[in-house]
């Protein structure tokens, strides 16, 4: 199915002949997050935090990818292999600051690489484009290529003073003079190192301070000191948020999700009411489609030209054709696939089940493991029964088969083309092409049955 990303388009960074090398530091516990899970691997928008930085650092073109974990976070490991697989994995046994943790990677840095990029695993904002300014600092002559910003309140950052167009000293704000902690200009610690000079920088950083760790900073005093170039480069405040707390958690959320959407409407599609949408980093929505308020993409959802998700849907692992219809208050769980001019109403769920062309499954009904062929109606109230208490099981409906309400479909079972189920049926044999399927007990009449119950249990007035 082809519709367009409605994500911030992809964009190649090229950079000639010039390898990068991006190191990803993703050893932090964050213990601020009061979670089990490590802080990398809270989702934004469907995906772990660590996972949009290496996204980022696919889409900028970069050619090789170490990533620092701490020790013994085989769950750290698994989600860097399944975002990118090409990348090496290397373990800081002792967290001794942040150049510590780049020199962890010794192994992917002695290979040599024209451009060494430091990002962290918990700032899942950085754009691919940033990066591709980091590397065309060092193509034009700098050594050392440092990412700030213009703080709102700079108070706890780190201060870049300039000269200039020089980058001069990276200050921390308990050591920054009061004319230095004026500035500004802030670090926002992602950086930039020319390959030739890189391992030796950071061989140079020694511990000697009050916390007795190695810092990323001091290498821009040890380039100086050499003789080399260094380069401040500024970058939106928001593009370079860490994550430490669900409350940064949730302002990278919503910064992710306004991508999303301003993505999505430059893209052709139409969102009733923007604010109210929620997009997962790979929902794809061509041109034409309408999204009406209250609705939710999770992972893996496709939605083709023209068609209409309406108000209150929660899509999920679903792929919609073009003219379809879903909603409002429908849910498409993963493996659910509608064909063109499918239409999905309200308290309708789908999971596992192809609707082919013309479908229509109107109100109240459940279909699981089920194959339903072009034009057939299915009636408010059918549940396909898929699941024996240990197994699941298909269902299958031919082409122009109409399903009466409130029927009960005990799989495995199949309902031949152009045949009727009765309305209230609990169909558990195979139904032929064209029959009629009534499985439901004999209605009885009884004349004046109700008339004499009432008279039979009637109290008096005095005593009702």
Known sequence: MSADHASSSTVALHEGERRALAVVLAAGEGTRMLSRLPKILHPIAGRAIVSHVLDAVDAADVATVAVVIGPGRADVEAEV?????????????????????????????????????????????????????????????????????????????????????????????????????????????????????????????????????????????????????????????????????????????????????????????????????????????????????????????????????????????????????????????????????AHVGNFVEIKNSTLHEGVKVGHLTYLGDADVGAGTNIGAGTITCNYDGFRKHATRIGAGAFIGSNSSLVAPVSVGTGAYVGSGSVVTDDVPADALALGRGRQAIKEDWASRWRAAHALPKDKA
Not at 87 to 113: C, K, M, N, P
Request: aromatic fraction near 4%; glycine fraction near 10%; charge should be negative.
């Open 81 to 341: 292999r399944r975002a990118a697989p090409g990348a090496s994995i290397h373990v800081q046994q002792e967290r001794l600051g942040t150049a510590h943790a780049v020199l962890a990677a010794r192994e992917a840095l002695a290979v040599g690489a024209d451009d060494v990029i430091v990002l962290f695993g918990d700032t899942p904002l950085v754009r691919p484009e940033t990066i591709a300014r980091l590397r065309a600092a060092l193509r034009e002559g700098a050594a050392v290529a440092v990412l700030g910003f213009e703080a709102r309140d700079p108070t706890g950052y780190g201060r870049l003073l300039l000269e200039g167009d020089e980058l001069v000293a990276i200050r921390e704000h308990r050591d920054a003079s009061e004319a230095e902690r004026a500035i500004r200009l802030c670090n926002g610690g992602i950086m930039a190192l020319a390959g030739a000079q890189a391992l030796a920088l950071l061989d140079a950083v020694d511990n000697r301070n009050a916390k007795g760790e190695f810092y990323l900073t001091d290498v821009v005093a040890h380039a100086r000191a050499a003789g080399l170039a260094t380069r401040a480069l500024v970058a939106d405040e928001a593009e370079l948020l860490g994550i430490n707390d669900r409350v940064q958690l949730a302002e990278a959320e919503a910064a992710i999700q306004s991508r999303l959407r301003l993505a999505a409407l430059r893209a052709g599609v139409t969102l009733v009411a923007p604010e109210t949408v929620f997009f997962s980093f790979d929902t794809r929505l061509g041109r034409d489609v309408v999204v009406e308020p209250h609705v939710v993409f999770g992972p893996g959802v496709v939605v083709e030209e023209g068609a209409v998700v309406r108000a209150f849907s929660h899509l999920a692992g679903a792929a919609v054709a073009g003219g379809a219809d879903v909603g409002p208050f429908a849910r498409l769980r993963p493996g659910a696939r509608l064909g063109a001019g």
